[in-house]
């Protein structure tokens, strides 16, 4: 770490713990229900703490000084990396919640299963995890690179080596049968 680089975190912890010790607390404030305001807007208000938020914005932010990237407003910094935290959250919860509903839709499911989908993030991930752990590992790998990499159909199929499951169709049926033995 440089020399400029060590100051430049000094000043931004500086920043921070005045806004947590009282001096700046209004800045606090403003930044925390901004953060709320955001989990609001994206639907994930009950799913996430403004806090934790908060503090995976510190970190991320004294990682980029740590990498050399001077900030100059640290209060619009926070603002748009705050805001960037809670899309990507929202992002994973909205996935996550379309896994499980293609479940419900194409298997038979359990009530407890129907329960979870109107439930926080954190007790649907071990259901759908259990659920997962159930595939085979080509099931598996169509899931992931469709739901979580956000992978097209077509992306799916470049991909995959000729075979029955080499078209559109194909890979469709098999994601079918993957969603369905889930």
Known sequence: MTHENQKHLDEFNEYVASWLNGNQAKTYNVIINNIRRFLKQQGIKGEFEADDIFTD??????????????????????????????????????????????????????????????????????????ALKELSEEEFEIIHLRYWEGLSWADLISRSEPGPFHSHEGHNMLGFQAISSL
Not at 76 to 102: D, H, P, T, Y
């Open 57 to 130: 914005t510190y970190i991320r932010t004294r990682s980029k000084i740590l990498q050399g990237e001077k900030i100059d407003n640290y209060v619009g910094w926070f603002r748009i990396v705050s805001l960037n935290i809670v899309r990507e959250k929202a992002r994973k919860v909205i996935k996550i919640r379309q896994i499980i509903k293609k479940v419900a839709v194409h298997s038979k499911i359990s009530d407890e299963l129907r329960d979870i989908l109107n439930c926080p993030v954190e007790q649907m991930e071990p259901v759908l995890s259990e």
